[in-house]
């Protein structure tokens, strides 16, 4: 068994190394790509103002018609002359790029060249395999081939570095930065004119109505760009959602004006803050201050974490101001719209849910079942409680890490799963659901139980059992493109801390559970493992 895994070991090392030789090329489609610039272009180019915020301007400032058509002439201008500036310094930044031709092509001589050598070297390994004596050992042979992948891989990385020196690449790169970052200056501008000439068009009452309109244009703005669980809530429109009565409205109008207000002044302190460090980060990075840029990066973690807590912390009063029921519908509304990952439906929810619409369920059953579902609710609630602290505490630091290792000077890899507090917490809610379906098979007769969209990791799907696929938590479909291998398995049900896709660790875990499930090999299968 264990030679099996090491030869099955070897070959996905192979397979990985041809796909890494076919897409290699991915990373020089751009200069931006290339040279790896810390931070994106985002939504540089895009501009502040777009069709569909005319509304706002309607709604907000009670512009009539004739304001309406003025409105629109003015928004004509402010896009032209945008797409115009936009294509100059796009065109800029194309001059700013290092011409890299020759290495592209040099680099897509030797991409072919290591494929053809990975497929001779394939070819060789099969043909001495069979060669070997039954029972023979292939350690060695294994040992030979490790070795002439590693060198055809060496050679690869070698390639991936560009052939102009680092310094030059450097340059190019704080340049170009630069440069964007004084374009999203003039963005800025070219904005302000267009608000400018706005104001001109209202009367004296319209203008009393500017401060809460631009309010408003700032979160649906602002609120977009957020890092943080629970940064990006609009508790306006999670109020909007609730279809209030107007008795309940007058009830919380006072707290909703004293919350537009403090969002804003939250908003408006940490898109300073990111504007203002954001060419102070490419100068520090240029002279390699590593100091200068965690210094930046946690102040503005922290204006971050200030707009979070805004939202949280009007969350409860809102919660204590409205009546009962209505509080807690609200409640669930702001955090799964803040905290999507942690306030989401669990697949053992899901399943419970069907197990109590089933057909023929004898009043025993079902009042096991009910019983059954409200102590998961409560457990689930408990574990979403610790989850939502967990996350606070901890996310901030591990933004400030990713952001690290995308500029390069955190050259580890993602937190282990066993090292990460968000995470485990993740990992016992998930543990906590499949214990809770350990019970409804007992609950359950076989007839009954083989009706629930089950088909995730477990005991319950096994590689013999033919059961429908159901959805595993996290899934948003069935088919293409939704995480699932062959017999329903998920590789979403590996994704411990739920951000996404699979660390080193996850992956282990996912290929340790493939190998559990797959059916033993037989002698004759073993030169195609």
Not at 320 to 349: D, K, M, S, V
Request: glycine content about 4%; proline content about 3%.
């Amino acid at each position: 068994m264990h030679a099996s895994r090491e030869k099955s070991s070897t070959m996905i090392t192979m397979a990985r190394l041809l796909v890494w030789i076919g897409v290699i090329s991915i990373s020089t489609v751009c200069f931006a790509q290339r040279i790896r610039p810390p931070f994106g272009l985002g939504d540089a180019f895009v501009a502040d103002v777009l069709s569909r915020d005319a509304a706002i301007f309607v709604d907000e400032l009670k512009l009539d018609e004739t304001q309406q058509v003025l409105f629109e002439t003015l928004f004509e201008d402010y896009q032209a002359t945008f797409s115009d500036r936009v294509a100059e310094v796009r065109q800029e930044l194309t001059a700013l790029q290092p011409d890299r031709a020759e290495e592209n092509e040099a680099r897509r001589r030797l991409r072919e060249q290591a494929r053809d050598d990975m497929r001779d070297v394939l070819e060789e390994y099969r043909q001495q395999r069979e060669q070997l004596q039954p029972g023979e050992d292939d350690a060695e042979l294994l040992k030979q081939f490790e070795e002439r992948t590693r060198a055809i891989q060496e050679q690869l990385r070698a390639a991936r570095q560009p052939a102009q020196d680092n310094e030059t690449l450097q340059q190019a790169l704080i340049d170009y930065t630069l440069r964007v970052e004084e374009w999203k200056k003039e963005k800025t501008q070219l904005r302000g004119h267009f608000m400018t000439d706005v104001k001109l068009l209202l009367t004296e009452d319209q203008q009393k109505l500017w401060p809460g309109f631009e309010r408003r244009f700032r979160r649906e703005k602002s609120l977009r760009d957020y890092e943080l669980s629970g940064e990006s809530v609009d508790l306006f429109k999670v109020i909007d959602e609730l279809d209030l009565d107007q008795e309940q409205q007058a009830l919380i109008a006072p707290t909703m004006e004293q919350y537009g207000l403090q969002l804003d002044a939250a908003l408006r302190d940490r898109d300073e803050t990111l504007q203002t460090d954001s060419q102070e980060i490419v100068k520090a990075l240029d002279s390699q201050d590593r100091g200068q840029v965690e210094k930046m990066l946690e102040r503005q973690i922290k204006k971050r974490v200030n707009v979070r807590d805004v939202n949280n912390h009007f969350v409860e009063l809102l919660v204590h101001a409205l009546p009962e029921e209505t509080a807690t519908e609200f409640q669930l509304a702001a955090r799964a719209r803040g905290y999507a990952r942690i306030y989401r439906t669990t697949r053992a929810e899901r399943i419970l849910d069907t197990a109590l619409e089933l057909d023929d369920l004898d009043e025993s059953t079902e009042s096991t079942l009910q019983e059954l579902h409200k102590q998961h609710s409560d457990e689930i609630r408990r574990l979403n409680e610790q989850l939502k602290i967990s996350v606070e505490q901890h996310e901030p630091a591990q933004v400030i890490e990713r952001t690290l290792r995308r500029i390069n000077w955190d050259q580890s890899t993602s937190t282990p799963f066993t090292e990460d507090p968000i995470a485990q917490v993740f990992y016992a809610r998930r543990e906590y659901s499949e214990t809770i379906l350990d019970q409804l098979q007992t609950i359950l007769p076989p007839e009954q139980y083989e009706q629930l969209p089950i088909g995730s990791i477990g005991p319950r799907n096994r590689a013999e059992d033919s059961r429908g696929v159901g959805q595993g938590e996290g899934s948003r479909g069935r088919g293409a493109g939704d995480g699932r291998g062959g017999g329903g398995i998920n590789w979403r049900d590996f994704d411990f801390n739920g951000d996404g896709r699979l660390n080193d660790e996850e992956r282990l875990a996912f290929r340790e559970h493939l190998r559990s499930i797959r059916p033993p090999l037989r002698e004759s299968d073993e030169s195609d493992d």
